[in-house]
């Protein structure tokens, strides 16, 4: 059975021989509001991830949250649903916004997802999305943007 209506099922039998399957996720505002870019939604995104860690072995990798957009690596145990943990993710940052008085309605429907397979490199896609906030004119050098980072270490090549 899909995860949603109109989106294909996921396929655990392939999805295995990844151990874990690590993804590159990518999360939009509705509208491209612009969201996420601040200190506040960017502790209340370490605070879920961390705990995620801590209570259910659920590893966010690199992350970068854009004004409008956020990109991140997850990866998790056996279990891991993460069209599941997307949700939540989603709830417990609209909860946050919604305390800084933002207007509901944040989030644009689903998710993009990716699995990083065995060929493709999990650094070489870092540094494409770790580049998005040069390219989009918000800092000159990456490591000037304060809203990116890595919660666990994810061993990939």
């Not at 294909?8 to 039998?13: D, K, M």
């Not at 879920?48 to 956020?70: C, N, Q, W």
């Amino acid at each position: 059975m899909p995860d949603r209506p109109g989106r294909p099922p996921r396929l655990p039998t392939v999805f295995q021989k990844y151990d874990p399957p690590v993804y590159f996720v990518t999360i939009c505002a509705a509208g491209r509001r612009r969201l996420f870019a601040n200190d506040i939604v960017h502790n209340a995104f370490r605070e879920f991830a961390t705990k995620a860690h801590r209570e259910r072995s659920i590893a966010v990798g690199r992350y970068v949250l854009m004004p409008d957009h956020i990109h991140l690596f997850v990866c998790g145990p056996a279990e891991f649903n993460l069209s599941q943990w997307v949700r939540m993710l989603k709830l417990a940052l609209g909860r946050k916004l919604a305390e800084l008085g933002k207007q509901p309605g944040f989030w644009q429907r689903g998710f993009f997802d990716h699995l990083i397979r065995h060929s493709e490199s999990y650094a070489e896609k870092w540094a494409y999305v770790w580049q998005n906030p040069v390219r989009a004119g918000l800092v000159a050098q990456v490591e000037d943007w304060p809203y990116q980072g890595e919660i666990v270490v994810i061993d990939r090549v």
